[in-house]
């Protein structure tokens, strides 16, 4: 059975910095693409980055240049640095498992984790 757990949210500045963490278990996602969505009250589900099997990066331009995500295969896991946060900002971000080698999207990613809470205060 396919796990992703999200870790690392919390209560922050408008200006300071967060690294969520995503653990995966019962699947082996080094050779997928992984990534990260949030969703504020009352809005749809977002797109905020994703990484290729080999590293690749994509983004929302909303977060380009302040977020970076990685991976470390090695321990299955992913992160997201977020870095200069802003109160729009706030929402809950998930963890998503691919079914592919790239980042498609076209194409959404069937693992989901249950969501961090992250809280950006102005």
């Known amino acids: 059975q396919v796990r992703l757990v999200e870790s690392g949210g919390g209560l922050v500045q408008a200006g300071g910095s967060l690294r969520l963490s995503c653990a995966a278990t019962?699947?082996?996602?080094?050779?997928?693409?992984m990534g990260w969505f949030r969703q504020a009250p009352g809005k749809e589900r977002e797109f905020v980055a994703a990484i290729n099997w080999r590293g690749s990066t994509y983004y929302a331009d909303s977060v380009k240049g302040r977020f970076t995500i990685s991976r470390d295969n090695a321990k299955n896991m992913m992160y997201l640095q977020m870095n200069s946060l802003k109160p729009e900002d706030t929402a809950v971000y998930y963890c998503?498992?691919?079914?592919?080698?790239?980042?498609?999207?076209?194409?959404?990613?069937?693992?989901w984790g249950q969501g961090t809470q992250v809280t950006v205060s102005s």
């Open positions: 998503a498992g691919y079914a592919t080698q790239l980042y498609v999207a076209a194409s959404p990613p069937p693992y």
């Open positions: 019962g699947r082996t996602f080094s050779g997928y693409a």
